[in-house]
Nanobody, 119 residues
């Protein structure tokens, strides 16, 4: 199994930038994919971006495409979400998730980090 710890959240004005980090520990060899999700108050959890753990095509949700970039540094066992041109509607708790083993979907989650964008 694996453990995920996010950091990097905070408060920023619209148009600003933040970089979220997700440090992964444990049996990383069994990870297939990593992703970022977010959940705003009163809303359902929303997919943001995903990246294969061993390399390959990344995917970003339309709502963040061109503004957010997911990346990884396997040497540091860390996945990043670079967020630019932030909007108030990006305000949410951001979660890192791992697709581990043969289970379909993301089965390991971090505790989340709050991102607040003010207008």
């Amino acid at each position: 199994q694996v453990q995920l710890v996010e950091s990097g959240g905070g408060s920023v004005q619209a148009g600003g930038s933040l970089r979220l980090s997700c440090v992964v520990s444990g049996r990383t060899s069994s990870i297939n994919s990593m992703a970022w999700f977010r959940q705003a108050p009163g809303k359902e959890r929303e997919f943001v971006a995903r990246i294969p753990w061993s390399g390959g095509v990344v995917y970003h949700a339309d709502s963040v495409k061109g503004r957010f970039t997911i990346s990884r540094d396997n040497a540091k066992n860390t996945v990043y979400l670079q967020m630019s041109s932030l909007k108030p509607e990006d305000t949410a708790i951001y979660y890192c998730a791992a697709q581990y083993g043969t289970v379909a979907g993301y089965n390991y989650w971090g505790q989340g980090t709050q991102v607040t964008v003010s207008s």
